[in-house]
Structure formats: structure tokens, C-alpha cells
């Protein structure tokens, strides 16, 4: 058979590919100059950016990789529309991060919308709007936004925040003050929706890029830049935590099955990325359960206020503070798991380690955006007073950085780190340890559990009886029982989304039924954070039930230990620096007040 590759007459046999064919004549696909950006990518077959053109069309990399050579064939390596399509694809990648085929699927659910009588798409490629959201945590596109309203819906229906508006002309308004950045809003939007196109994704082979899925209309503000630039400064000392539910959530992003528990091989990948300290969220977990539960037993022996709300949430944390400000008495003063973290790790691990804690960095990576706003708190930053205390002049704040899942995934791929093939490593020790009470603070009725356990404990002196708790269990919202623990009944209840919360805390406010509660759980998001706003998409019924199931393996059969004030390293903490739970130190560094928001008279 005779074809030619640019212009030149080659010779070739049946059977053999184009790109085989290409290869054989001498010539390449062009490299185009990405810039720091094709750095990040490590996808030297990137379909979008390797091109040829076939008989007058341009055809990607992995399609010439699976096309036959025909007889007659005309392929050219350059030519003037190669150089156009390459420029237009690379400059989408450097200036806007997005790549040309997620663009062209966000195309495709637009032309869906128009369909469907949301859009004209002569008008929505035309769209030119500021870019708009909630900070820290959530940006809105109303360029990519293909006005199906979801998140209006979802925002007022199933969270009964009403943050978002419809506008006929400007589309999805957000108001900053209402919106409590559980994220939910981003889980409903389509523009992100692209695990229908999976296969095409994976055909393709763009599995391994960053920029395989499209930055929604409803996204979180990506913060992988300003993680990879700390990684990478001499001047900063990078440690890592993760969230309970991370590990049971991120496989998903790599094509394993939901649910599926990483942690071995998640601390392998940041090892490999350059943190200086693998550490875990979990071990945090295991802490608060302490205090939290050291706090619930000062109430009740000291006639505190009844019922205590659990307070690890930061979602529901400013849905109290926004909707419900007479309620804040009743909040733990018990910091979230990963303000803990941050907070012990600057004022205790650094000196463990002889490290400047102004040097050291607490990155986190976790299910939800609320915790972005959690950590810029103005009074998250207890290490620093701690340590302002004792002459360190300098204010830092306790958690420096804080991803989702979704953006845990995209740093690995950045770093072209192999996910599958990773061995599975142990955490760095002083923060890393941790038991069973901890992974299930990811799941509803999670935090309630452990705290039972340990609480039992302390109660009896005795090892508690019982471990599961599974009257709790609920996935409808809300769910109470009495619970005996030793000599005391206890009236607990479970309840998550935010739809539900409501309900209970007006049931509190006016004397109802739960007002005579001893110890409620809430959680922002349905499923708790394994349904969290920063979790992989699809989050929805059956990857919630699977990632649950992930964190109970995790409990059940994986972890020794199952109850919070037996992990080793919690004890050396108390031992060596905070002396017991609820101590004068313990307070500086693990407990917090909460800030009344007053809500706008007129809601959007
Ligand atoms: S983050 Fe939550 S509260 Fe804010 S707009 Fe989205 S759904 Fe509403
Ligand atoms: S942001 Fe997403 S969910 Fe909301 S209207 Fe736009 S496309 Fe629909």
C-alpha cells in the first residue's frame, strides 16, 4: 500500500496503524510549548494536544494510535490547521485550565439544556460574566452555567438555606452572607457532570490528566496551585492531614471502585509529593472525641447546657450561627478534627521535631468546602497565641491550606503519581496514629457512636459494652433513641442535611420534643461528609451507601483499637503536653466560641 506523510511517499504494509505509520516515515506529532502547565499534565500522549491531520481532518493521538493506514492516504504533521487547532488547545490549558475535549463536553450538556428550553446556545457562548461565589470555599461559572436551576432547587429544598436566586438575565445569584458552603449545590450541577462520559474519558486516555473533568458551573475554589507552589518552596516545611472520609472516596477519582479504603497507599502518594510529615486527620478525630466527650460528661454532671450539639461540622457550625443564634450555647466549644490537627501540630509536634512552627505548613485535604471557610477563622490560630504566649512574635494561622478530594485528585495527577501502583505506607508517627472511633466520624450518627463509646468508659471505668450503635443508623435524616451508658440514660439523636437540622434545632428552640435531648449529632450534608461538597462526583445514594461501608471495614476489621482514649499516641499527647481533657492548655488549643451572623432581612 502507498500513503504519504507530509508530502513524502511511503511505502507501508496492511495492518499497521497510522501513528505507526507516522512513526515509521520519521516524523513526530508536534510538542507544542505548554508551558508550566504541560508540567503539571505529565500526559505525554495528551489526545488534546497531539494531532495530525487525515485527509483534510484533524485527528487526535489516541485515534491515530487505533485507525488503520489506508492505501492512498494523505497525513500531514504540520500544517496551517494543526497550528491554529494547537494554539486555541494550549491556550486553554495555560489561561484557563481547561481542557478542549471537557470543554466540548460541557458543550454537549449545554446543547442537553437547550433542549430542555434552559438556554439558546448562540447566547450562552457568547456569555461574558464576572465570576461570582462564596469565599473562601465556592466559586459559580455563569459562563458554563446552563441555567437549570438544580442548585436553586437544592439550596432552598433540600438545605433550606435559600443562599441562591434565579435571575432571568444575569442567572445564579449567590448571597455570600446566607450561604453556609456545604457544597451541596456543586454535586446537583450537570456542567461538572461529566462521569457519563467516563468511557470516552477513559478511550481517550485522559485518565491520568488533571484536566480530565470540567470545573463546574458550581465548583470549589481550586486551591492545587497554591498547594503545588508550597510544595515546592524552600522555605516552608509541608505537612499533610487527610479526613476520615477522604480515604474511603478518593478511589473513585482513579477509576477503583467507590468505597474502596485507600489510606496505605494515600500516605505513600503524599510522601512522594514532598510533605515532610504524613499525618491524619483520624488521629484528630480520635482528640476531639476526648474533649468532646470529656465536655458532654461536664454538662450533664454540672447541669451545663442540654441538649450538647456536636460541633465538627462547619457547614452546620454557620447553619447555627446564621439561622439559629440563640441556639450557640448549646454548640461543643470542641474544635473540628482539623483545626485540632492543625493547632497541636504547630504547638507541640514542630518543637517534637525542632522545627519553626512559622515554617511549617498544615495543608489538608478534605471531604467539603466549608472547611476552606473553617480555616480562615479569624480565631483559628491558637498555635500562634499558644505560642505568642511564650515569645514567638509572628501570627499564623493553625491549618494553612485546605483541598477537597476532587482537588487531592488533581494534585496527584499533576505530580504524575502512578495512584494504583503505590505501595501501602504506615502514617509519620507523633500525630498519625489512630483507632476505629475515628474513620466513622466520616459516616452519619459517626461522631455520636465514638463519643458513646469513650463517654461509657469514663462513665463505668470499664471497657464499653457496647460498640455499635446501630438505632442510630438512618438514612431518612433524623433518627433519636435512649441509650444506656453504665448507670446513665442518655437521649441521643442523629441528624444530618441541613433541611433536617432545621427541624430539630426549631423543635429545641421552642421547647419541643428534642429541647429534653442529652447529646444531638448534625451534620451538613446527607450521609455526613462522605456525602460532603468536596467529594467525588457522582456523590449520590449508591456511592454515599458504598463509602460508608468503606469507614465501617475500616472500624470493624481493620483498626486493633476501637475506642478513642486508647490510641497510644492521643495518651503521649496528654501525657507530655496537654495534661488531660478540658485542661487549661487543652482549652487554649482545642476548644473555640462561635459568632453570631446576623441573616439579611430580604433574602435574595
Ligand atoms: S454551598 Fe450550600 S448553602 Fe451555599 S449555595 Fe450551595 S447549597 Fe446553598
Ligand atoms: S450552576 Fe449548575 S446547577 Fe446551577 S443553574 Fe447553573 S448549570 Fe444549573
Known amino acids: 500500500?502507498?500513503?504519504?506523510?507530509?508530502?513524502?511517499?511511503?511505502?507501508?504494509?496492511?495492518?499497521?496503524?497510522?501513528?505507526?505509520?507516522?512513526?515509521?516515515?520519521?516524523?513526530?506529532?508536534?510538542?507544542?510549548?505548554?508551558?508550566?502547565?504541560?508540567?503539571?499534565?505529565?500526559?505525554?500522549?495528551?489526545?488534546?494536544?497531539?494531532?495530525?491531520?487525515?485527509?483534510?481532518?484533524?485527528?487526535?493521538?489516541?485515534?491515530?494510535?487505533?485507525?488503520?493506514?489506508?492505501?492512498?492516504?494523505?497525513?500531514?504533521?504540520?500544517?496551517?490547521?494543526?497550528?491554529?487547532?494547537?494554539?486555541?488547545?494550549?491556550?486553554?490549558?495555560?489561561?484557563?485550565?481547561?481542557?478542549?475535549?471537557?470543554?466540548?463536553?460541557?458543550?454537549?450538556?449545554?446543547?442537553?439544556?437547550?433542549?430542555?428550553?434552559?438556554?439558546?446556545?448562540?447566547?450562552?457562548?457568547?456569555?461574558?460574566?464576572?465570576?461570582?461565589?462564596?469565599?473562601?470555599?465556592?466559586?459559580?461559572?455563569?459562563?458554563?452555567?446552563?441555567?437549570?436551576?438544580?442548585?436553586?432547587?437544592?439550596?432552598?429544598?433540600?438545605?433550606?438555606?435559600?443562599?441562591?436566586?434565579?435571575?432571568?438575565?444575569?442567572?445564579?445569584?449567590?448571597?455570600?452572607?446566607?450561604?453556609?458552603?456545604?457544597?451541596?449545590?456543586i454535586h446537583i450541577c450537570p456542567s461538572g457532570a461529566t462521569h457519563k462520559y467516563r468511557k470516552l474519558i477513559d478511550l481517550l486516555g485522559c485518565g491520568s490528566c488533571p484536566f480530565d473533568k470540567p470545573l463546574g458551573a458550581m465548583r470549589e475554589r481550586d486551591e492545587t496551585a497554591n498547594a503545588w507552589s508550597l510544595l515546592h518552596s524552600d522555605d516552608c516545611y509541608p505537612v499533610a492531614q487527610f479526613a476520615p472520609a477522604v480515604r474511603a472516596s478518593l478511589a473513585q477519582e482513579f477509576g477503583l471502585a467507590p468505597g474502596e479504603l485507600v489510606t496505605g497507599k494515600l500516605y505513600a502518594a503524599l510522601r512522594r509529593m514532598g510533605f515532610r510529615q504524613v499525618w491524619d486527620t483520624n488521629f484528630s478525630a480520635d482528640l476531639t472525641i476526648m474533649e468532646e466527650g470529656s465536655e458532654l460528661l461536664h454538662r450533664l454532671k454540672h447541669s451545663g447546657k442540654l441538649p450538647m450539639f456536636t460541633s465538627c461540622c462547619p457547614g452546620w457550625v454557620r447553619f447555627a450561627e446564621t439561622f439559629f443564634p440563640e441556639l450557640l450555647p448549646h454548640l461543643s466549644t470542641s474544635k473540628s478534627p482539623q483545626q485540632m490537627l492543625g493547632a497541636v501540630a504547630k504547638a507541640y509536634a514542630a518543637r517534637r521535631l525542632d522545627v519553626d512552627p512559622r515554617r511549617m505548613k498544615v495543608i489538608s485535604f478534605m471531604p467539603c468546602t466549608a472547611k476552606k471557610t473553617e480555616a480562615v477563622r479569624p480565631e483559628m490560630n491558637s498555635a500562634a497565641r499558644y505560642l505568642r504566649s511564650k515569645d514567638h512574635a509572628s501570627d499564623f494561622p493553625d491549618v494553612d491550606l485546605v483541598l477537597t478530594t476532587r482537588e487531592l485528585a488533581r494534585l496527584l495527577k499533576m505530580a504524575g503519581i502512578d495512584f494504583g501502583a503505590l505501595p501501602e505506607e504506615r502514617a509519620d508517627p507523633i500525630l498519625g496514629s489512630y483507632t476505629g472511633a475515628a474513620p466513622i466520624f466520616g459516616r452519619t450518627g459517626g461522631v455520636m457512636e465514638a463519643a458513646l463509646r469513650t463517654a461509657a468508659a469514663l462513665v463505668t471505668g470499664l471497657p464499653p459494652e457496647k460498640m455499635e450503635f446501630r438505632e442510630l443508623e438512618t438514612i431518612e435524616?433524623?433518627?433519636?433513641?435512649?441509650?444506656?451508658?453504665?448507670?446513665?440514660?442518655?437521649?441521643?439523636?442523629?441528624?444530618?442535611?441541613?433541611?433536617?437540622?432545621?427541624?430539630?434545632?426549631?423543635?429545641?428552640?421552642?421547647?419541643?420534643?428534642?429541647?429534653?435531648?442529652?447529646?444531638?449529632?448534625?451534620?451538613?450534608?446527607?450521609?455526613?461528609?462522605?456525602?460532603?461538597?468536596?467529594?467525588?462526583?457522582?456523590?449520590?445514594?449508591?456511592?454515599?451507601?458504598?463509602?460508608?461501608?468503606?469507614?465501617?471495614?475500616?472500624?470493624?476489621?481493620?483498626?486493633?483499637?476501637?475506642?478513642?482514649?486508647?490510641?497510644?499516641?492521643?495518651?503521649?499527647?496528654?501525657?507530655?503536653?496537654?495534661?488531660?481533657?478540658?485542661?487549661?492548655?487543652?482549652?487554649?488549643?482545642?476548644?473555640?466560641?462561635?459568632?453570631?451572623?446576623?441573616?439579611?432581612?430580604?433574602?435574595?
Not at 446556545?121 to 473562601?136: C, I, S, T
Request: some cysteine; hydrophobic content about 35%.
Open 1 to 185: 500500500m502507498k500513503m504519504t506523510v507530509d508530502e513524502k511517499p511511503l511505502q507501508i504494509n496492511r495492518g499497521i496503524s497510522i501513528l505507526e505509520a507516522i512513526y515509521s516515515s520519521g516524523a513526530r506529532l508536534q510538542e507544542p510549548d505548554c508551558g508550566p502547565v504541560r508540567r503539571w499534565t505529565n500526559n505525554y500522549c495528551c489526545p488534546a494536544i497531539h494531532l495530525a491531520e487525515v485527509d483534510g481532518q484533524l485527528v487526535t493521538s489516541t485515534l491515530l494510535a487505533r485507525l488503520m493506514a489506508q492505501d492512498g492516504m494523505s497525513v500531514k504533521t504540520s500544517s496551517p490547521s494543526i497550528d491554529k487547532a494547537l494554539a486555541e488547545r494550549t491556550r486553554m490549558l495555560q489561561e484557563r485550565h481547561e481542557c478542549f475535549f471537557v470543554r466540548g463536553m460541557q458543550k454537549v450538556i449545554a446543547a442537553e439544556a437547550e433542549s430542555a428550553g434552559f438556554i439558546k446556545m448562540e447566547e450562552w457562548e457568547k456569555f461574558a460574566f464576572p465570576l461570582r461565589g462564596a469565599a473562601p470555599s465556592l466559586v459559580h461559572d455563569p459562563n458554563r452555567c446552563v441555567r437549570c436551576r438544580a442548585c436553586v432547587d437544592t439550596c432552598r429544598d433540600v438545605q433550606t438555606v435559600e443562599a441562591l436566586r434565579f435571575d432571568a438575565v444575569e442567572g445564579v445569584l449567590i448571597d455570600e452572607q446566607r450561604c453556609v458552603r456545604c457544597g451541596q449545590c
Open 477 to 604: 435524616g433524623i433518627k433519636a433513641t435512649a441509650l444506656q451508658i453504665g448507670p446513665v440514660t442518655i437521649k441521643a439523636a442523629v441528624v444530618h442535611g441541613l433541611g433536617n437540622a432545621r427541624k430539630v434545632c426549631d423543635s429545641v428552640r421552642s421547647g419541643g420534643e428534642f429541647a429534653s435531648y442529652h447529646f444531638i449529632e448534625f451534620m451538613a450534608c446527607p450521609g455526613g461528609c462522605i456525602g460532603g461538597g468536596g467529594q467525588p462526583i457522582a456523590t449520590n445514594a449508591s456511592t454515599r451507601a458504598a463509602r460508608t461501608a468503606g469507614l465501617d471495614k475500616d472500624d470493624r476489621e481493620v483498626c486493633a483499637l476501637r475506642v478513642s482514649h486508647e490510641n497510644p499516641e492521643v495518651k503521649s499527647l496528654y501525657t507530655d503536653f496537654l495534661q488531660t481533657p478540658l485542661s487549661p492548655v487543652s482549652h487554649q488549643l482545642l476548644h473555640t466560641h462561635y459568632t453570631e451572623r446576623p441573616i439579611p432581612a430580604n433574602p435574595l
